[in-house]
Nanobody, 119 residues
Framework: QVQLVESGGGLVQAGGSLRLSCAAS????????MAWFRQAPGKEREFVAA????????NYADSVKERFTISKDNALNTVYLQINSLKPEDTAVYYC????????????WGQGTQVTVSS
């Protein structure tokens, strides 16, 4: 089993930056892809970005690809989400998720980290 723990959220002013971290533990060799999702108040959870655990191929939601960067450090079993030029509409709980090769969905989730952007 894989466990995920997010960190790095907080309260920031619009225009600022944050780097979220997601530390994986357990059967990390079983990870195929990792991703970030977010859920704003009153809205459904939405995909933000993903990265292949081996090789590093990335993909992004169109709404964030100019400002968000996903990266990883396999030695630390950690995935990052760099968020620049934060906007109030980026306010959400950000979740890290992992997917194994045998699954077609992200089936391991972290507890989430709150990002609040003030105007």
């Amino acid at each position: 089993q894989v466990q995920l723990v997010e960190s790095g959220g907080g309260l920031v002013q619009a225009g600022g930056s944050l780097r979220l971290s997601c530390a994986a533990s357990g059967r990390t060799f079983d990870i195929y892809r990792m991703a970030w999702f977010r859920q704003a108040p009153g809205k459904e959870r939405e995909f933000v970005a993903a990265i292949r655990w081996s090789g590093g191929n990335t993909n992004y939601a169109d709404s964030v690809k100019e400002r968000f960067t996903i990266s990883k450090d396999n030695a630390l079993n950690t995935v990052y989400l760099q968020i620049n030029s934060l906007k109030p509409e980026d306010t959400a709980v950000y979740y890290c998720a992992a997917r194994t090769p045998r699954s077609s969905v992200y089936d391991v989730w972290g507890q989430g980290t709150q990002v609040t952007v003030s105007s």
